[in-house]
């Protein structure tokens, strides 16, 4: 029994729904904590795949219950989409009151600080995530609990300008007219009332004060599951700013909008090898036919966008860093089938400045991955279909050895491996460091 948090251990798109699902299936609830509609969490079920967002992935499991906490910036139209979900599936639902909302004109200038960056875009989800962020710590968001009456609304929107002020940034970046897959005019005051009035009514039923609610939980022992979202490396403190995402993907991120800070277990998920979407250092990136292989094996194409995934070796040195700055205390590999029959294998297990190898580069700046070379190590691969094995005893050696090389580098056991997209394509074990 205790909390336990899943958290990305690279940079995003790690498998975490599927981690988080598995320890769901003992747990009374599953919480998201950060992030937002960004994330995208891929379900399989009996072959069937949903793909989740915003809500945590425990909405898929009949009777559990599902907490969107204060530090999750709420997008409505995916919100009420997955609430349609979870309902038809049987699950609880509670939404803070203090989310803090995106607007619609939130992903427009998203899109066009994007558009006008040029080169230097960071490639974002454009799902209005920075934007939405910077006004909750500049303390003017809209909350889910503002969305109940619409007077507070015009209130909150009209207070300083607010909203006349996010128009005016929108335009002066060359903003497009509408928002992708929304019908309303963006820039109108009167449609975004409407519209968070509209979608204030649908979530009124469900709104707490999910931080009361969860203490209540751990007080009596419950087994709570902290959903994360993105990954470690992406993270705005810890990850290669500017590109980054704009939350704390960290264990901390828990602490610091549910107020918990003891943890039975932190686990963190990482690929057998790295993925990157979007722009930014990426020291191990395989841009050819190899890079190639592993995107269309392992299917990397974007949950939330559809973008291709930047794909290269697994990078041991960000990893170790990410388990560090990430509380994590057990690793869970994901994607080793993806390896099978690969031929020969890498990891990065230091990198090279100026012809020096440092294995021990401290904080990960964009200055630092920048700069970094990828001093790599061969392993062996292994042949043959490894989807069916169930116990670590059923892996060719050379996948175990290539797993005790991930744990001692990482210096967390490996207390799981995923070799399939099912829900049961699973092995549980304890690989020590
Ligand atoms: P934003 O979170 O939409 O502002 O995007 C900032 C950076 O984080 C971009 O590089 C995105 O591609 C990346 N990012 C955001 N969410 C995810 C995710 O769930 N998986 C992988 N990358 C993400």
Redesign the pocket.
């Known amino acids: 029994m205790g909390t336990t948090v899943v958290v ?1 251990a690279q ?3 790690e498998g975490k729904g599927k981690v988080v699902d598995r320890y769901a299936a003992t747990a009374q609830a599953v919480v998201r904590y950060q ?2 509609a ?4 891929t379900l399989v079920v009996g072959g069937q795949k949903t793909a989740l967002h915003l809500l945590p992935s425990g909405i898929v499991r009949a009777g559990m219950e599902n907490f969107v906490g204060p530090g999750v910036l709420f997008d409505c139209d995916v919100g009420a989409a997955e609430l349609a979900i979870a309902e038809r599936c049987g699950a609880k639902v509670f939404l803070d009151h203090s989310a803090p909302i995106v607007l619609p004109i939130h992903r427009i200038i ?1 899109a066009a600080r994007e558009t006008s960056a040029g080169g230097n875009a ?9 934007p939405a ?1 910077s006004d909750f710590w500049l303390r003017r968001s809209l909350s889910l609990g503002d969305l109940r009456v619409p007077a507070d609304i015009r209130a909150v929107l009209t207070e300083g300008g607010y909203f006349a002020e996010l128009c005016a940034i929108a335009r002066q970046h060359g903003g497009p007219a509408t928002v992708p897959d929304m019908e309303l005019d963006p820039y109108s005051l009167d449609a975004t009332i409407a519209w968070c009035a509209e979608h204030g009514k649908r979530f009124a039923p469900y709104l707490q004060d999910t931080r009361k609610m969860v203490w209540g939980l751990i007080d009596h022992d419950a087994e709570v599951v902290f959903e994360g ?3 470690v490396l ?1 993270d705005t403190y810890h990850g290669s700013r500017p ?5 704390s993907c960290t264990a901390a991120g828990v602490s610091m909008s549910f107020g918990v800070y003891q943890f039975e277990r932190v686990v963190g998920v990482t690929k057998a090898y790295a ?6 250092p990426f020291p191990t990136e395989l841009a050819d036919v190899l890079g190639e292989q592993l995107r269309e094996r392992g299917h990397e194409y ?4 559809g ?1 291709p ?1 930047r794909c290269g070796w697994l990078d041991t040195v960000a990893l170790r860093h990410a388990c560090r700055v990430g509380g994590v205390t057990e690793l869970v590999v994901t994607k080793l089938d993806v390896l099978s029959n690969f031929g020969a294998l890498a990891t990065c297990d230091g990198y090279v400045f100026d012809g020096v190898v440092e294995t021990n580069p401290g904080a990960l700046t964009g200055t630092v991955l920048r700069g970094a070379r990828p001093h790599l190590r061969a392993h062996a691969g292994w042949e043959g279909d490894v989807t069916e094995a169930r116990t670590i005893d059923a892996l060719p050696d050379t996948a175990v050895r290539y797993l005790e090389h991930i744990a001692k580098s990482a210096g967390v056991p490996v207390s799981g491996i995923g070799i399939g997209a099912d829900r049961d394509a699973f092995i549980p074990c304890t690989i020590v460091p």
């Open positions: 990305g940079w995003g798109d992030g937002g960004n994330a995208g969490h998203d960071i490639g974002t989800t454009k799902r209005g995530i920075g962020a979202a993105q990954g992406l590109y980054t995402t704009s939350s993925t990157r979407v979007g722009g930014g974007g949950t939330t966008t973008r995934r």
